[in-house]
């Protein structure tokens, strides 16, 4: 079930993406001969942390990359709406350090991977700043706990989707590229302690907190 939902984001966000620059405005409409649809990509870096897991700091670094449709909904195009499919690393992590007596530290990894399906509303403050916040619907394909030991058995399951939010700014150095910086937290709870598993970790309800910055490129230029 869980590829299945995968797969079938992937082949929809992709088929559309394919189809940017395909559709054109009607003769007299202010989109007329340019494309509605622009397509583009990104490739970043995360910093995230989770809630809940009595340890803070955005210690958990990972990758962040994906593709993008955008179009104007307004005459003077300063407002953009931008369906996106990311591929997004999130979790938590405890640095392995020696104790004041020289013994070795707890470690703690948590690793979880998401493909996320973002939709953003973004608004043109200035020639060179966007301002963006939005929706995004996420799936979890990966996920892991590490200790000293290794892999941590026994764990309980993160929920299989993710409600989020995003807000952040385009950076724009180009028309068509720039950098993206951009906060995303959960709506809902990622994990709820059952009762029936260990609380290390997981004694409150756990949500992702997630720093991400891109660098973006977009095909065509804006109109």
């Given amino acids: 079930m869980r590829q299945y939902f995968i797969k079938t984001i992937l082949f929809i966000f992709i088929v559309f993406f394919c189809c940017n620059g395909k559709s054109q405005g009607s003769k007299g409409d202010y989109l007329a001969g340019e494309s509605i649809f622009r397509g583009g990509a990104r490739l970043g870096f995360t910093a995230s942390q989770i809630s809940g897991d009595d340890m ?120 068509n590229y720039g950098i993206n910086l951009r906060w995303e937290t959960s709506v809902l709870p990622v994990r709820v302690p059952d009762g029936s598993h260990s609380p290390y970790r997981m004694k409150k309800k756990q949500f992702n907190d997630v720093i991400a910055i891109s660098f973006y490129y977009t095909f065509g230029k804006k109109k």
């Fill in 56 to 175: 803070a700091g955005w210690n958990k670094f990972g990758g962040y990359g994906g593709i993008f449709v955008d179009f104007a909904v307004d005459a003077k195009k300063r407002w953009r709406l931008q369906p996106e499919l990311n591929f997004i690393m999130k979790g938590s992590n405890r640095f392995l350090r020696a104790n004041a007596d020289g013994s070795i530290g707890q470690k703690y990894v948590l690793t979880l991977m998401y493909v996320e399906v973002p939709i953003m509303v973004q608004y043109r403050i200035l020639k060179w700043l966007e301002a963006e916040a939005g929706p995004s619907i996420n799936f979890l394909f990966y996920s892991k706990e590490k200790d000293n030991n290794g892999v941590m058995p026994g764990r309980q399951s993160f929920r299989f989707w993710e409600l989020g939010f995003l807000a952040g700014f385009n950076f724009i150095i180009k028309e």
